[in-house]
């Protein structure tokens, strides 16, 4: 999979039309032999086999070349930037785990009721409203009117509340959703009967016995997300101008530094597949009775 994300992401200047060069240098007061030079500096004049085993090369030695804007290597401009991104996408995270997890659970044990029907109502609601506009709206009613919150840069962990939560409020809805099915599921099968016939507590019964299979088709959603969390983490940190490594790349793309695309794009996707891994070995972790072959 991390081959294919390499062939993917060198793909790229290849499938742009015309001469990369030329698009990286349109507007700009720039003669041939400054861009035979530039063509140089990326490789651009070598095979195209050539390049890719370069590109390969370089990533094994950490290098993902030098961004064309700032003439500062690759790998700065992301070690500088992602811890930031990490952060704010673990804070989207906690917030849509923990709200998606209770209100799920509070759907699923009051089924059929009005407080099902509004998890259920605000769930869609959370699927459909855009991130920045989310965003836009909690700056105005936290940053404006009620100034509790800063809204713009990053200092301290209160500059994650406002976009971790604008983060997590999207994705909690489809986690409430996966967890009020899956919970239903459980809850109908015998053995939860049976525990419930033993005497145990209700919330123990919920909690110890109905949660650990009702989690697996949530892990599963979880990791679908991940993507879509740092995706959405992207928006976030131009709407709030929180630097990270998203903002780096719309910088990127507004100057069409290529290598510096790349390389945001290579380790948001490497980022993706590990944390897919991790989220395939919690699958033992909630659930004992799952078996890795």
């Known amino acids: 999979m991390l081959l294919t994300i390499t062939a993917l992401v060198f793909s790229m200047q290849l499938l742009l039309p015309g001469d990369p060069v030329d698009m990286m240098t349109l507007g700009q007061s720039i003669d041939a032999d400054q861009k035979d030079a530039l063509r140089r500096q990326l490789g651009l004049d070598r095979p195209v086999h050539e390049q890719y085993l370069g590109f390969l090369g370089g990533l094994v030695r950490g290098d993902l070349g030098t961004s064309v804007r700032t003439r500062r290597p690759v790998s700065e401009e992301i070690v500088q930037r992602y811890p930031n991104t990490l952060k704010l996408a673990g804070a989207g995270m906690f917030v849509a785990v923990v709200l998606g997890v209770l209100a799920g659970v509070i759907a699923a044990v009051f089924r059929d009721t009005f407080v099902d029907l509004a998890v259920s109502l605000l769930a869609t609601l959370g699927l459909s409203i855009p991130a920045f506009w989310l965003g836009l709206v909690l700056i105005f009613e936290f940053g404006v009117e009620r ?18 939560v604008t983060l997590g409020l999207i994705l909690s809805a489809a986690i409430a959703r996966m967890v009020r ?86 380790v948001v996707a490497v980022t993706t597949v590990l944390l897919n891994l991790v989220i395939d070995v919690l699958y033992g972790v909630v659930n004992p009775q799952v078996q890795f072959r």
Do not use: C
């Open 181 to 266: 099915s899956s919970l239903l599921d459980v809850l109908r099968l015998d053995y939860i009967r049976t525990a419930h016939a033993k005497g145990l507590a209700a919330t123990r019964v919920l909690w110890r016995h109905a949660m650990a299979n009702a989690m697996l088709p949530v892990l599963t959603v979880i990791g679908l997300q991940i993507g879509g969390l740092l995706g959405g983490a992207f928006i976030i940190e131009v709407v709030f101008a929180f630097p990270g490594i998203g903002e780096l790349a719309i910088k990127a793309i507004q100057f069409r530094d290529f290598p510096l695309i790349q390389g945001v794009t290579l």
């Open 147 to 164: 100034p509790w919150l800063p809204v713009l840069g990053y200092e301290s962990w209160r500059h994650l509340v406002l976009p971790g």
